[in-house]
């Protein structure tokens, strides 16, 4: 059985940092995309970011770009968002998914409950 656990969501003032974790059990974690989504209250989900499952390419939202970095350890089976310079926009809840490398919510078969992260101004 898949599980994806997020957590490292929380409170942050604007131009913080915080980072998320997304562990992943069972045995997809080294043959699978994984990106984050998030989605703010009222608003569709959207992509954060997307990291290839073998050569760590990444993508990321023109939103976020410069501010957030996704990575990877597959030691760990467990996927990182780093997000710098946050900004009150960036509040949501965020999820980890894991499936085809893709912008696209619809590539992903596995997804996370979500951690919500809330930036002050």
């Known amino acids: 059985q898949v599980q994806l656990v997020e957590s490292g969501g929380g409170l942050a003032q604007a131009g913080g940092s915080l980072r998320l974790s997304c562990a992943v059990s069972?045995?997809?974690?080294?043959?699978?995309?994984m990106a984050w989504f998030r989605q703010a209250p009222g608003k569709e989900r959207e992509f954060v970011s997307s990291i290839s499952r073998s050569t760590g390419t990444t993508t990321y939202a023109d939103a976020v770009k410069g501010r957030f970095t996704i990575s990877r350890d597959n030691a760990k089976n467990t996927v990182f968002l780093q997000m710098s310079s946050l900004k009150p926009e960036d509040t949501a809840v965020y999820y980890c998914?894991?499936?085809?490398?893709?912008?696209?919510?619809?590539?992903?078969?596995?997804w996370g409950q979500g951690t919500q992260v809330t930036v002050s101004s």
């Open positions: 998914a894991a499936g085809r490398k893709s912008a696209f919510s619809r590539e992903y078969s596995y």
């Open positions: 069972g045995s997809i974690f080294s043959s699978t995309g």
